[in-house]
């Protein structure tokens, strides 16, 4: 029988590194669309002058045509996030727990970005969002994702409230 993480201080570190993250389909439209083999993809982006500036590079598997490639590339210069909890309440002899946290991330560059936060709901499997500040994504059992636009020298803080039962 598996229980409930009932520690307190679970799942709460925060690590205040934004990840640049590059996400792609392999597809025909994309001068792609053929398997791939495992290897190693290198991006770059033309700088100021156009020359070619090395930005990240991370190794793929076999992938299929037609599959979406995310790939981890380093982490952002201009760009920092900080996670926490604001709030844990738990009576475990009704079987239940609710926690709150708040997603503060900070753009400091000179254009508008997108950023994903991707929330992983570890306690139980019996959970639901009882509150939130902006629209999210089930992605599966356990995980959220949050899409949200950061203007240029903006903030944005993203929260939610998840209730957890056993």
Known sequence: MESIRQQESYGILSNPKVWVMQE???TSEN???MPLPKGRVRFYRRDDDGQLEFTGENDIGHTPKDETIRLYTGNAFDMT???SRTDYRADFNARWLDESF???V???KSESVE?????HLYRWTNWDIIKNSDPFKKL???TLEFLVQIPPGGEKTVSYKVHYSW
Do not use: Q, T
Request: no cysteine.
């Open 24 to 26: 792609f389909k392999n």
């Open 31 to 33: 001068h792609l669309g």
């Open 81 to 83: 996030g900080e996670r």
């Open 102 to 104: 708040e997603m503060k």
């Open 106 to 108: 900070r753009n400091h």
């Open 115 to 119: 950023v994903r936060i991707v929330e």
């Open 140 to 142: 599966d059992g356990r």
